[in-house]
């Protein structure tokens, strides 16, 4: 296996991935927490690291990909509550509809996705280690985190320990007042009025506070020290922070080695939020342009870098994913030519390289290039497949993208009639073949079909 390195957020360094010796590799990525249905946004961190997961066992490796789904939480408290719906109804409804948004991404589910609801057992547990070792300490129901106990708190955010604000001022002023220090964090939530979802803990009545939730999970699924932690980068503070210090002082030892983040998707200046007005939600981006083009545009970018979304970038992707398209008909099936391999080479060490795809991106239009090149000999489509299946693409190479008997059929047909000056009965082939997703265009051996992007 060649080596792979990855940028890891706690030590600000590239660090090499080191796997047991059996190959395998776990991942965990923070999900969505479900009040709504997910934005354009939501989707990035779902297919770095579905990608992420195809480029690994590509290389060998035996991967394991948890995404979380967080179904308790004030937000959907707030929501259902407007709503006037049970909050379990809300979030059962949302986490529906968040499967079924990224399903239509086409790059299957990850091995796990647990929720919040279904984990409390654990997470009671987990608090209760932590209250056993000194770590935090109930108080009127709630429990939080000492987080002067921890030396190494700070160490993944790389904050000093006084900079730092946990962002829980929308609790009642009453709440923080039973902190031992403003700097602490809520593990358990008593019951408050309004929250329509209960569970029983040794310190009372309550509901787990969500940076519990992901180390529960985490290390129910993965064990602790597995390889990788990921998620986007404005979960770095407080989120990832708390869920390192958690597990660190509970078991000694760290939960992951590699800390991975996404950028943030960027919607003009303003980031990507279900707070800002200007959302595009995932199912209608998908509706409209198409998953192709959708994960086309996610690759052309490095995962660590901010990354604009409009309508012109996805035509520019869309143009893209035609631009493959065009290029793989007419391969030959079987390896490609050996003098094109070291584009195929170049294409799978970027992504050795921090995982990145936009470098990797630039070999696959190299070798459409170089293709493009050999119009006249028999390419084969060996590399092209191998590459695109990488990104999850692969569909864009296959044989079914080749327009069948009966759409050859028509555009014949329609030939016959300009031939024949009957420009009404052409225009009406032309309108018959369009519906069933096929363009004509005049090529170098007369007109040929090519498939409409959606
Ligand atoms: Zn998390």
Not at 130 to 158: C, E, K, M, T
Not at 407 to 430: F, H, I, P, S, V
Request: hydrophobic share 40%; charged share 30%; aromatic share 8%.
């Amino acid at each position: 296996m060649a080596p792979i390195r990855l940028h890891d957020t706690r030590s600000g360094e590239l660090r090499e991935l080191v796997a047991p010796s059996d190959g395998r590799v776990g991942i965990y990525a923070c999900g969505p927490t479900v009040y709504g249905r997910i934005h354009v946004g939501n989707a990035r961190p779902f297919v770095v690291y579905s990608l992420l997961k195809r480029f690994l066992e590509h290389e060998g490796h035996d991967v394991t990909l948890v995404i979380n789904i967080t179904d308790v939480n004030d937000k959907i408290y707030d929501a259902a509550g407007r709503l006037d719906v049970p909050s379990a109804d809300l979030a059962a409804e949302m986490a529906a509809y968040y499967k079924a948004d990224t399903d239509a991404l086409g790059l299957g589910r990850p091995d796990a996705e647990p929720l919040a609801s279904e984990t409390i057992e654990t997470i009671v547990a987990l608090i209760a280690e932590l209250i056993a070792r000194g770590h935090a300490y109930a108080v009127d129901g709630d429990v939080y985190f000492r987080v002067r106990s921890d030396a190494d708190y700070g160490s993944l955010s790389r904050r000093a320990i006084d900079e730092m604000n946990q962002g829980e001022e929308s609790d009642p002023p009453t709440h923080s007042n039973r902190k031992e220090d403003p700097l602490d964090f809520a593990l358990w939530k008593a019951h408050k009025d309004g929250e329509d979802t209960v569970w029983f803990a040794p310190w009372g009545r309550g509901r787990p506070g969500w940076h519990i939730e992901c180390s529960a999970m985490a290390e129910e699924l993965l064990g602790v020290g597995f390889e990788i932690h990921g998620g986007g980068n404005d979960l770095v503070f407080p989120h990832h922070e708390n869920e390192a210090a958690q597990t660190r002082m509970a078991r000694g030892t760290e939960l992951a080695q590699i800390w991975m983040h996404n950028g943030m998707l960027q919607f003009g200046e303003e980031k990507m939020a279900k707070s800002v007005g200007n959302v595009a939600l995932l199912h209608a981006v998908v509706d409209e342009f198409g998953r192709n083009a959708l994960i086309m545009l996610f690759a052309g970018a490095h995962y660590r870098q901010p990354m604009a979304f409009d309508d012109m970038r996805m035509m520019e992707a869309l143009a893209r994913v035609a631009r493959v398209r065009d290029a793989a008909r007419g391969l030959v099936d079987g390896e490609s030519p050996a003098t094109m391999r070291p584009l195929r080479d170049a294409f799978f060490a970027a992504l050795a390289d921090d995982f990145n795809t936009a470098a990797a991106l630039g070999a696959l239009f190299e070798w459409i290039n170089e293709r493009h090149k050999r119009r006249d000999e028999p390419v084969g489509r060996g590399d092209l497949v191998e590459m695109l299946s990488m990104l999850g693409l692969q569909n864009l190479a296959e044989h079914g993208s080749e327009a069948g008997a009966e759409e050859q059929e028509l555009l014949e047909e329609r030939e016959a009639a300009r031939a024949a000056r009957n420009y009404a009965e052409a225009d009406r082939l032309r309108d018959e073949l369009r519906a069933r997703g096929w363009e004509v265009r005049d090529g170098p051996d007369g007109p040929e079909l090519v498939r409409i992007e959606q």
